[in-house]
């Protein structure tokens, strides 16, 4: 299965976690220090949904986004 929204293509981002470690300056210190980048995945929030199409019910893979936003009709 794709982590891909099948209304609107919501889908993974890539980013990155910043570890940083050491006492900020306005705390006394002598500042942070970056001690390791790690890639990291931002998933879709999606959710398995029986939506009405054309008369029928049909599952879809839709984003919470898209169910807020009333841009799919729950079965």
Not at 21 to 43: Q, S
Request: charge should be positive; include cysteine.
């Amino acid at each position: 299965m794709a982590r891909v929204c099948e209304v609107c293509g919501k889908g993974v981002r890539s980013g990155r976690t910043i570890v940083r470690h050491g006492m900020p300056k306005k705390k006394g210190g002598i500042g942070l220090h970056t001690t390791g980048i790690t890639n990291r995945r931002f998933l879709p929030n999606l959710h398995k949904v029986r939506v009405v199409e054309n008369g029928g019910v049909v599952r879809r893979t839709v984003c919470a986004a898209c169910i807020k936003a009333g841009k799919v009709a729950k079965a």
